[in-house]
């Protein structure tokens, strides 16, 4: 099948687009390349020997995004990653955030509209949850007040699927809750590639490895879980990828349950901070020059999924070990060299 992936040559995406070549069907990559590069469509040529269709379109063009449904009539599904996603920055530039998270799916939406394409997966988050009441949690857990623009996009952004769902006959979606996707293809020719000074922990903890950061600050060892640190549900990017291309199979082979379905997609593990810093020193033999330091505004303490629904209804399981996958961010580390 033709699928259109909006952000394919970003993180998620480009690991996608691979796995949808894995799984035979043709991608079709749309992209502004505002937090990408060109490169990595070399990388996936290297590791599926397929050259991928790409577009050099903004989604918050609806001229432009048009013309590309329109040179590709026989799209049958849509995935669609293309979004601004810096928590600290969307605080910063609400607006920016809020046009380009929302506008572009609503672009995305009256295309599909028009051409009449029928499937949409969509990129959610675990942050939709805030600090659930009950762990592990399950998808039909209360969605909390979001804690910045960034999360507030991915809110409102479940609800306009929904409401245009329910609006068309023929349209119908899936929205996936990533929990934290870390890692990177085990060839090492596509990975994770922050700009500036990472945000997130992963890259923080393989660039302080590398030499590039001094040292990686543990944000708080105060918490009220077993070692003081942060919890989460570190999710292998490949196996993330491999969720998606089970959803588009599942929406056109007429398998949906109902016109929207909610998966949490995550390993249903909770790591510590401390225990990440561990397990990476063990796996690549570096020692890693960390300290502990203040809690950081607006995190959550602990989060980990339940994803018995993705397990038994998408038929999607987690399946690498975090061994492999702290090994594969650091080799995919080292090859940035
Ligand atoms: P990413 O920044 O690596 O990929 C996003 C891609 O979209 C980039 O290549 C960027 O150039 C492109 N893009 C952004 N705005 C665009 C626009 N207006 N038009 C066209 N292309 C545009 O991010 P990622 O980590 O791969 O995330 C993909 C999706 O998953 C996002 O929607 C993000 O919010 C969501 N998500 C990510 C995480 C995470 O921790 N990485 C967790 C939960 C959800
Ligand atoms: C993980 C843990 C930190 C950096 C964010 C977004 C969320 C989602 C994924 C998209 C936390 C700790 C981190 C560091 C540290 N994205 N940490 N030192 O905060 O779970 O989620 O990315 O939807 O919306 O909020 O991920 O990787 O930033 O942090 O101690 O230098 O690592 O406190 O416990 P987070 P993260």
Redesign the pocket.
């Known amino acids: 099948m033709k699928i259109l992936v909006?952000?394919g040559?970003?993180?998620?995406?480009s690991h996608t687009v691979v796995e949808l070549i894995n799984a035979g069907h043709t991608p079709v990559i749309?992209?502004?390349?505002?937090?990408?590069n060109i490169g990595v469509l070399d990388g996936i040529k290297s590791i599926t020997g397929e050259s991928v269709s790409f577009y050099q379109?903004?989604?918050?063009d609806i001229q432009a995004l048009d013309k590309v449904f329109s040179e590709n009539h026989d799209i049958k599904g849509i995935i669609h990653?293309?979004?601004?996603?810096a928590v600290g920055e969307s605080v910063k530039e609400p607006l920016k955030y809020y046009r380009?998270n929302l506008v572009?799916l609503m672009n995305i939406l009256e295309c599909m509209k028009k051409h009449k394409v029928g499937s949409l997966v969509f990129?959610?988050?675990c942050?939709v949850y805030g600090q659930p009441d009950i762990l592990p949690v399950t998808e039909n857990a209360p969605i909390k007040p979001a804690l910045s623009p960034y999360g507030n996009t991915?809110q409102i952004c479940e609800e306009i699927i929904r409401d245009t769902v329910a609006s068309c006959e023929g349209l119908h979606a899936i929205l996936l809750r990533?929990f934290?996707?870390i890692g990177a293809h085990p060839s090492a020719l596509i990975g994770?590639l922050p700009l500036g000074v990472p945000q997130?922990l992963i890259p923080y903890v393989t660039q302080t490895a590398a030499g590039i950061r001094e040292c990686l600050t543990i944000f708080g060892d105060d918490y009220d879980t077993p070692d003081g640190s942060c919890i989460r549900d570190y999710i292998n990017v490949t196996d993330l990828a491999k969720a998606h291309v089970v959803s588009v199979d599942r929406m056109e082979n007429g398998k949906q349950e109902s016109d929207v379905e909610v998966f949490n997609i995550g390993t249903g593990r909770g790591t510590s901070v401390f225990e990440i810093v561990n397990m990476f020193e063990k796996v690549t033999g570096v020692k890693l020059n960390y300290k502990v330091g203040h809690r950081r505004e607006g995190d959550i303490e602990k989060v980990w999924a339940d994803a018995t629904i993705a397990n038994n209804t998408l038929g999607w399981k987690a399946e690498k070990t975090m061994e492999e996958t702290l090994a594969s961010a650091w080799k995919w580390q080292q090859s940035l060299k």
């Open positions: 909006t952000g040559t970003g993180y998620i995406g749309v992209d502004n390349l505002s937090n990408s379109v903004d989604v918050t990653f293309a979004a601004s996603k380009n572009g990129s959610s988050s942050t991915k990533y934290n996707p994770e997130n």
